[in-house]
């Protein structure tokens, strides 16, 4: 987590944190519950780097990303017509490995800064029975440790099945944020916080022929939200809570026994979201200091409210 550790003082107080709330334990418990993002997915199955190509109307653009800058998704816009003239009609997985002439074609669909790492991307069709229009999971190896799951009929049911759910509006769940409010209480007072990131998420997409579409530009901002999202969750972990806001902004209720300053966790968040939004457009993040608050209602309420 860290510069800020939300374990800090329940542990020393309270006799740690639950079982189901950290480090290896709720990975492994993450497996046994259907996955609640794309990014989870992922990291149930050691996935580090991957993205989900979905048609949307005449293109294929990246409805999904982990582990993926918003140059990348920016750069997925592509045509049927290169899928079909790229990828073969297999039922397994196509890799592309660095050196390789094929791996050219490739290049395009990720960022400067990913390309320079790249050992080698792999593309998977997920769906077997309408092959022409099926999304297409690529999966970037940077390390000699990145592995390829099995591309069986199970695996890729699954991923279509999660898919549907990656898609639905997300509710928030008062219930859990109650739990951690009670526990996160114990600690000191709730420090509630507003980021917002569109207008560094507009800078990091940038203006391409690519993303000039509005529909299309609407759904690469969104895919870099739902990544960007998902950083903030893992960096503000239990009892901390992070949910998304309107307006792209992501709502954050910080419990800490140390006196944190708007500068220090303004700085532990570009520092999170470098990696996906780039040096310079990181630095348009804007932290909104909302109050403080000792009561689970009015916790409750500003999360759940717009």
Known sequence: MGLIQSAEAVAEHHGGIPAHKSGLLAKAAAVLKEPASFQQWAEIHAIRHA????????????????????????????????????????????????????TADFYQLVSPEIREQILSLSFLRINEEEEEDSPILMVVCINTSDILPDADSQFKRNLTESAGRFNRQKKTEAASFITASQFGLQIAQAKLL??????????????????????????????VFDEVVYCLKEAFQFPNECCEGTNQEIKI?????SLLSDQLVWTHIIRTLEPILGSD??????????????????????????
């Not at 507003?194 to 299309?216: H, P, Y």
């Open 281 to 306: 457009a990181v630095e348009s993040v804007q932290l909104l200091p909302a109050g403080y608050c000792d009561r689970i209602k009015g916790i409750q309420d500003f999360l759940i409210q717009g």
């Open 51 to 102: 993205g989900l190509f979905t048609k949307l109307g005449r293109r294929y653009v990246l409805t999904q990303a982990y582990g993926l800058d918003a140059k990348t998704v920016a750069g997925s816009v592509s045509t049927p017509d290169f899928w079909s003239g790229t990828l073969s009609l297999e039922s397994g997985w196509i890799t592309c490995s660095v050196g390789e002439k094929k």
């Open 253 to 257: 209720v910080l419990f800490s026994k």
């Open 194 to 223: 507003l980021v917002s990131v569109k207008f560094a998420i507009e800078s990091a997409i940038g203006t391409t022929e690519k993303t000039g579409d509005n529909f299309i530009r609407e759904q690469i901002s969104k895919t």
